[in-house]
């Protein structure tokens, strides 16, 4: 919920960074606030879901609840089942042989 | 899966949008002859990165990157000799250091989801005691072993062999000149340019500043 600080909003906004690529104001980043920019990030990521309660309300808010809270973990369970990890390898030479 | 790069690549969102990677020290530098130079390294890419808007800078980290996930630090560095074998995501990833040489090693550890690819985890290996031949073979200069840890931390905040530049310190055919002692070695980039001092080319800093905006 805007104004509020913590751990909780750090995940919340690491989230939607990942899941969407959202930009975050460092600040809030930092300090787990969610400020203005977190809270846009948070309307977007539900816009584009269609994520609304319709017992009571009609277009999407920028509060977390419990339905954006399943939709952020679901999508994060499905990002990393179907992620897979490659390491790449870079040798650099200074003695003129060439890189 | 292991495989040469061919490009610049993007951090994880979360940690780009920190602008900052956190960088851990193995006990293989922070009590041994690299100690002093990769203080000096992060000072002066932080410095070249403050003058230049680079996006990024690095900050020391207390814990290793965790083996088998996210935590811990972004980056971790060593000075080898021999096998130097790391764990990440689970993945064995070993270099197999020549203590004595004139280079440098960076592993860039990915997460790939579709055609997005993401850096998540860095390693740079260094040689214990690189030497130069200045006739007899003795160890290289501390200005030229701050060039190669450099260099490598630009490896690390994501540009390839491919962006190497011609102009800089990222220059992909570095050649090292002997000096009378070794704080007189020097790095010989395009002809006359020697380093240190350190200095980025227009290059350079596009790419880096692309990979972090």
């Not at chain 2, 130079?37 to 990165?49: E, G, K, M």
């Not at chain 2, 996006?55 to 020391?60: A, D, R, S, W």
């Not at chain 2, 310190?169 to 395009?190: C, H, M, S, T, W």
């Amino acid at each position: 919920m805007p104004g509020t600080v913590g751990t909780h909003v750090q995940k919340i906004q690491a989230a939607v960074i990942k899941l969407d690529g959202t930009a975050i104001e460092p600040s809030e980043l930092a300090l787990g606030r969610y400020g203005h920019s977190t809270a846009a990030a948070v309307l977007q990521y539900k816009q584009k879901r269609g994520i609304v309660n319709r017992s009571y309300q009609s277009k999407a808010d920028n509060i977390v609840g419990k339905m954006t809270i399943a939709a952020l973990d679901q999508e994060l369970v499905d990002r990393e089942q179907t992620t897979c990890v490659v390491v790449e390898s870079i040798t650099c030479r200074f003695d003129g042989t060439g890189n | 899966m292991e495989r040469v790069i061919d490009m610049a690549t993007p951090w994880e969102d979360p940690i780009k949008a920190s602008k900052s990677l956190s960088i851990f020290a193995g006990s293989s530098v922070s009590g041994g002859a690299w100690a002093k130079v990769f203080t000096d390294a992060i000072a002066q890419f932080n410095s070249l990165s403050t003058a230049n808007s680079l996006g990024v800078t690095f900050k020391l980290a207390s814990a290793a990157p965790d083996p088998s996930g996210v935590g811990g630090a972004d980056v971790q560095f060593e000075a080898a000799s021999g096998t130097v074998s790391f764990v990440s995501f689970g993945q064995q990833i070993s270099v197999n250091a020549n203590g004595t040489s004139l280079s440098g090693d960076t592993k860039q550890v990915m997460t790939v989801f579709g055609n997005t690819k993401r850096i998540a985890k860095a390693f740079i290996v260094v040689p214990a005691t690189p030497q130069v031949n200045a006739n007899p073979v003795r160890a290289v200069g501390d200005g030229v072993k701050l060039v190669i840890a450099v260099h490598e931390l630009i490896h690390a905040v994501g540009l390839s062999n491919a962006d190497h530049s011609p102009d800089d310190l990222f220059n992909g055919y570095p050649q090292v000149r002997a000096g009378a002692k070794p704080e007189d070695d020097k790095i010989e980039v395009n002809g006359p340019k020697r380093l240190p001092p350190l200095f980025l080319a227009s290059q350079t800093m596009a790419a880096i500043q692309n990979n972090w905006k």
